[in-house]
């Protein structure tokens, strides 16, 4: 199985740190970036072993027929990545096209 993330993801995630840093949600940079670290590294190796669910409709603009699943990192917060499931020869290819959190997104996935 494999984890692919959408270059617009990538970029997100490089930006984060500094989103993190700046707003103090950690008081160094190496802080943030183990954090980012650790939290991209959970999505690579667990996104395949989790469970998911269809994601609402609201999430089409970032790709039809998604999937997502979560990843707390903290007791405030909860991760949510949107992906797209594909068979390529005899591989399974998790494509991820969206990340964010619940202090953004929450209220779209309430049902």
């Known amino acids: 199985m494999t984890v692919l993330f959408l270059p617009e993801v990538e970029e997100y995630i490089y930006e984060l740190i ?4 700046k707003k103090n949600y950690f008081g160094f940079r190496e802080s943030a970036s183990m954090y980012v670290n650790d ?41 949510y990545v949107f992906f797209n499931i594909y068979k390529y020869d005899n ?11 619940n202090h953004v997104i929450a209220q779209y996935l309430l049902n």
């Open 91 to 101: 591989d399974t290819i998790f494509f991820v096209r969206y990340l964010s959190n």
């Open 18 to 21: 500094d989103i993190l840093y």
């Open 39 to 79: 939290l991209v590294q959970d999505i690579s190796f667990n996104l395949p072993s989790k469970v998911k669910k269809i994601a609402p409709s609201y999430f089409d603009r970032y790709g039809s027929n998604m999937y997502y699943a979560s990843f707390r990192k903290n007791r405030n917060t909860m991760w």
